[in-house]
């Protein structure tokens, strides 16, 4: 992993998909970056980001930003929340560019457990499904969750889901706890 002066981390490349010059969705490669939550320069990003995305109401990001204000104030470091951002930079990750974010993800790793917590995952908006001929990228948040099914391979996954995402989790392999349930189960 390569260690950037905004003190995220570089994980990995993801591929998801973007928009070519003959309407085709190909291959493309992003860069999923871990935040630290407890530096102020991160947290500008994540607020930046919020301030964004919240143009299109319902954004979940909102969360992300209040727990990582929550998890700055704490004398120590919590390990066992971290957050995601998958961006469309390649390098530069010191100037991060909100409007190159392309998606989120928050996950709790509960202790001494085999289950992860999915806390929060949100496309930007400006990139979502809901955008129509607008969208110049797709399979954001299915790279999202296969890359949660990835890290925490061998665990369950648990998320509670909102009303509009049901069908997305269930295409992603995630189960209702009980029929017509917004608590979803992944178990591999």
Known sequence: MQQVSFTGTYIKPITIKKLAANGEFVPHEVSLVQFDANNPLDIQVIRDTCNEWKIFGNCFVEIIRDVANWLHGLKR???SRKIFFLTNQQYGFENLNPDEILGQFMVWNKKNTNNVQLEVLQTNPFHSYDVAE??????????MVD???EQYRGKIIKLYSDKDATGFYEKQGFVPDTPGS???TYTP
């Open 77 to 79: 470091p919590q390990k």
């Open 134 to 143: 607008f969208r110049r990228y797709s399979e954001i948040g299915k790279s």
């Open 147 to 149: 890359e949660i099914k």
């Open 182 to 184: 917004l608590d979803y």
